[in-house]
């Protein structure tokens, strides 16, 4: 009997340990500005990280709250957040980032200024209790006509993205936040973006060593706590299943070739590169089981019913023998040793500020006010075939406007009306697209000068059309190229800012009002 009871107590506890184990790789999402009940529970049972958006952020007074009320419930809790600065911003998705963001950072070609802004970045987030990044984009934006890495590539030179990248890594976790280093191996090189389908990367094996490799071997030299995969098929590494799903990308190559050893995350398991081909269940057996630690969803679905459907199908995998206990206990192992880190790191920043000798030196929002707008100035390139005319009157601003990416969204503002309108008052804007859009542009501007706002020129064929016939009617109008600058430069001036980030609107403003 007394046999009995002792075995089922053992059966019991490792049935719990295996649920927690299952529930401590998970990071998800959820609606509102305040922890939600079962979100709650769920951290009482297991589950060790919570992803945030946009959704979850109204203030940093707010965040700070929210991320209070998680920690009461589990003091060691990793908050992830997405936040690149630049187009990807979620701390501040409904006014524009105070960072210009990466690609900017690599027109300068200041590392310095690259670890300062992203020391900046890392100390508003840990004031507001976030301490995982999934950033920076070590992506090299080979690919012109990438439609989702663009501006949030550091560029085009592999050189210059590999010791950025490990600037940015060394920057954010001065300030206790650690660094989540992504696309592995690299989502530079595409022409679709994973969100929507499954992009394919048929370079071979020297162009991605020397290439797409090189910024993630810079980045765990420098000591990146995290790595994120891509949902990318990139036959030459794995010509059967995606980064995410390969356990020769994430465990032959990333563990074993470049010896990395801390927590790897997959990019959003609900983006259809997963969901539309393997579906969300099997898709995370298979990222952990191929060598992943901790699956990322929450982006689309954010709910208590993902969590179980996703808590269930990893118990389910292990009991069947699809999954191995050991390499679930392993994963769930590598997000505790994460958790400790990031403790130990606020610890030492709470120290630090108590002793007036914190690694902060002053307010983290004067900070990133000061170094975000110092590194969009000096992103920005004018180019003009005659001295510049400054504005007579109020302008009127035309947004040339591309739909906005999922990664970045829509409820991001761009542009440089609202900062031109608060040095020219008078100013209108409107956003145009399609076919008819200089037409447009024309009978509305009237008589007033044109500023002509972009993004990718030359990726939209209506847009550089647009510029065509704007430019014709109206030499006098300024272009201001707020995506990557492939096209040539054009305009009375043309002023290309590197990123859409508020930041960069302030500093082109600055230029076409004449400060």
Not at 64 to 70: C, G, N
Not at 223 to 245: C, E, F, K, N, Q
Not at 423 to 428: A, K
Not at 496 to 506: E, K, P
Request: hydrophobic share 45%.
């Amino acid at each position: 009997m007394t046999t009995l009871a002792s075995g089922t107590a053992a059966s019991n506890a490792d049935k719990d340990d295996l649920t927690r184990d299952a529930l401590t790789v998970l990071q998800p999402g959820f609606t509102g500005t305040t922890a939600p009940d079962w979100l709650l529970r769920r951290l009482g049972e297991g589950l060790a990280s919570v992803g945030l958006f946009g959704r979850n952020i109204a203030s940093p007074e707010q965040l700070s709250a929210l991320t209070a009320q998680l920690r009461a419930e589990r003091d060691d809790v990793l908050v992830a957040i997405d936040e690149e600065g630049g187009d990807v911003t979620r701390l501040e998705v409904r006014s524009g980032s105070s960072y210009p963001g990466n690609h900017a950072l690599g027109a300068v070609d200041d590392v310095e200024l690259t670890r300062e802004v992203a020391s900046a970045l890392g100390r508003r987030l840990a004031a507001c209790g976030v301490n995982l990044n999934w950033a920076p984009s070590a992506d090299v934006n080979s690919n012109p006509g990438n439609p989702v890495i663009g501006v949030r590539s550091f560029g085009a030179d592999t050189d210059l993205v590999a010791r950025h990248t490990a600037a940015y890594v060394t920057g954010l976790q001065s300030a206790g936040v650690a660094a989540c280093t992504k696309h592995f191996p690299g989502h530079g090189d595409t022409a679709v973006d994973s969100h929507h389908a499954l992009p394919r990367i048929d370079a071979g094996l020297p162009v991605l060593q020397a290439r797409e490799l090189a910024p993630f071997r810079a980045a765990i030299a420098a000591g990146t706590r995290a790595v994120m995969s891509a949902h990318i098929l990139v036959p030459a590494l794995d010509p059967d299943r995606p980064a995410t799903l390969s356990r020769r990308i994430l465990t032959g190559l990333l563990r074993e070739e470049l010896g990395y050893e801390g927590l790897i995350v997959t990019d959003g398991m609900e983006m259809q590169a997963i969901a539309a081909t393997y579906g969300i269940e099997r898709g995370s057996v298979l990222a952990i089981g191929a060598g992943a630690d901790a699956i990322c969803v929450g982006g689309g679905l954010a709910d208590d019913e993902t969590v179980r459907r996703l808590r269930d199908a990893l118990v389910s995998a292990v009991r069947t023998g699809e999954l191995a206990e050991e390499r679930l206990a392993d994963a769930a192992a590598r997000v505790r040793a994460l958790a400790r880190w990031t403790a130990a790191a606020a610890a030492r920043e709470a120290e630090g500020a108590g002793s007036g000798r914190g690694a902060s030196g002053g307010s983290a929002e004067g900070d990133a006010a000061g170094i975000g707008l110092v590194a969009a100035r000096r992103a920005l390139r004018v180019t003009s075939a005659a001295p510049y005319t400054p504005l007579t009157g109020a302008p009127y601003v035309a947004a040339l406007t591309p739909v906005a990416n999922i990664a970045v969204g829509e409820e991001t503002p761009w542009g440089v009306a609202a900062e031109l309108a608060r040095l020219v008052p008078g100013t209108e804007t409107r956003g145009f697209a399609g076919d008819d859009a200089a037409a447009e542009v024309l009978a509305a501007a009237g008589s007033r000068r044109i500023v002509a706002v972009v993004r990718d020129e030359h990726r939209h064929a209506w847009m550089a059309t647009a510029l065509d016939v704007l430019l014709a009617a109206r030499p006098d109008t300024i272009v201001v190229e707020m995506g990557v600058p492939q096209a040539p430069p054009r305009g009375a001036p043309h002023i290309a800012t590197h990123g859409a980030a508020r930041v960069c609107g302030r500093a082109a403003a600055e230029v076409i009002a004449g400060e």
